[in-house]
């Protein structure tokens, strides 16, 4: 057990739908990260956070948002979803967002758009 | 654009000792190189990581060449268990964590 959660485990839903997934970090982790793995792209780094605010962003589209509240738990909203959205997201966690530290995932949250 | 180049598969026989190399020509100085490893659709596990001297710990040894240019990341006696895709990550002052297609390794009887 990682220490990071996240809800749902499992989601299915339509295209043109909105969803929101949810990741708390470890006790202590300030820094969030968000990672889709899908079948053919593998996982591929959409956005960080550190303590509140936006630090790194990857390919993340513009459909999608994310925050980090201040409890410092994180969402991701995924919204006018496409097939090609189906994925498992994972979030992952560290002390502070350095580059010497290592992160820990959660499980992910497989997202199931018919 | 992926930093690293790996293998795309490899085999071991358990009991026997994996070693999986790692390219990563264009590294920076201050850049770090992780491995995590993904069995099945869990999450990402962390493995080991360094910077310039070669690590160890209780999962594996992390050895790193003078140039800092490839690295070998060593499962001292691979089990069944370790069956799984194996990625090498160079992570800089940029801070995200980017994952390339890594090397499925199969730990075979």
């Known amino acids: 057990d990682s220490g990071v959660t996240q809800t749902p485990k499992h989601l299915i839903t339509a295209t043109g739908q909105r969803v929101t997934l949810r990741c708390s970090p470890r006790?202590?982790?300030?820094?969030v990260y968000w990672y889709q793995q899908s079948l053919d792209q593998g996982l591929q780094f959409l956005i960080q956070y550190y303590n509140g605010e936006e630090r790194a962003k990857g390919n993340i589209l513009e459909r999608f948002s994310a925050q980090q509240f201040p409890d410092l738990h994180s969402e991701l909203n995924l919204s006018s979803l496409e097939l090609g959205d189906s994925a498992l997201y994972f979030c992952a966690s560290s002390v502070a967002g350095r580059t010497n530290e290592k992160l820990f995932f959660g499980s992910g949250t497989q997202l199931s758009v018919l | 654009d992926a930093k690293t180049t790996q293998p795309t598969s490899m085999d071991c026989a358990e009991g026997r000792a994996a070693n999986l190399p790692c390219n990563h020509s264009t590294i920076s100085g201050n850049e770090y190189v992780y491995w995590y490893r993904q069995i099945h659709s869990q999450g990402p596990q962390y493995i080991i990581h360094g910077l310039k001297n070669n690590e160890t710990n209780e999962m594996a040894s992390l050895i790193i060449t003078e140039d800092r240019k490839s690295s070998t990341l060593i499962l001292p006696h691979a089990t069944l268990r370790d069956t799984a895709v194996y990625y090498c990550?160079?992570?800089?002052?940029?801070?995200?964590?980017?994952f390339g297609a890594g090397t499925r390794l199969t730990v075979k009887p």
């Open positions: 990550i160079v992570r800089g002052t940029d801070n995200d964590m980017r």
């Open positions: 006790s202590g982790d300030l820094s």
